[in-house]
């Protein structure tokens, strides 16, 4: 079975620290995503990448970083987390130009304390 | 910008037909889909259909596209308790570019 798997469902850190979010995906897609989940407000693309040590920005990528060393990981970096960055974050990936859909991990729920 | 609208909430009984709609403002979107995402999970694509077609049936589910009203709908026939999720409608409007409604809540009654 095709999957995208993110390395923690549950976290919690506190102001101020460094947070790695991480994403693999066993599809040999090209492209990954991350998203923020917020209730009321829907899914907001924070980056994606197309290939190996690329990245885009996406609607709301203030306050995050990403990293793309290997075609089967993505890296959300949050650099100095703050409390209005506690949200369930998405991580998806595609083939192609994602038009058959996109592949979505089980999600991380970050709590900033 | 691009927007894709979805009611919050719907409320059906067991074995009853469920029809999720939404509205999307981009009339050059390519392709259109349904997520479900189940509590504590993430998005799981149901379906798409492409921009130039008008419907399109997999089991229980039908999508209805209305291209010149930019209306899509997803009818689930005789809907089950295993059908309570959040349905997300989205839409892809150019190279990897996809929006996403803000979903909507199916409860279903047994």
């Known amino acids: 079975d095709v999957k995208v798997t993110q390395s923690s469902r549950y976290l919690v850190k506190r102001t101020g620290e460094k947070v790695f979010l991480e994403c693999v995906q066993d599809m040999d897609h090209e492209n990954m995503f991350w998203y923020r989940q917020d209730p009321g407000l829907g899914l907001r693309l924070i980056y994606f990448s197309y290939d190996v040590k690329m990245k885009e920005k996406g609607d709301i990528p203030e306050g995050y970083s990403v990293s793309r060393e290997k075609k089967e990981r993505f890296s959300l970096i949050l650099e100095s987390a703050s409390t209005n960055q506690t949200s369930m974050y998405l991580c998806?990936?595609?083939?192609?130009?994602?038009?058959?859909?996109?592949?979505f991990g089980s999600g991380t729920r970050l709590t900033v304390v | 910008g691009e927007d894709v609208e979805q009611s919050l909430f719907l409320s059906v009984r067991e074995g009853d037909s469920s029809v999720i709609n939404c509205t999307y403002t981009d009339s050059s979107s390519t392709y259109l889909y349904w997520y479900k995402q189940e509590p504590g999970a993430g998005l799981q694509l149901l379906t798409y259909?492409?921009?130039?077609?008008d419907m399109k049936q997999d089991q229980r589910l039908t999508v209805l596209l209305n291209k010149k009203d930019k209306h899509l709908s997803l009818r689930i026939a005789d809907t089950q308790t295993g059908d309570s999720a959040i349905y997300f409608c989205a839409e892809s409007w150019g190279y990897q570019k996809v929006t996403f409604g803000i979903g909507t809540k199916l409860q279903v009654i047994p």
């Open positions: 998806a990936s595609s083939l192609d130009q994602g038009a058959r859909g996109y592949t």
């Open positions: 259909i492409f921009s130039n077609m």
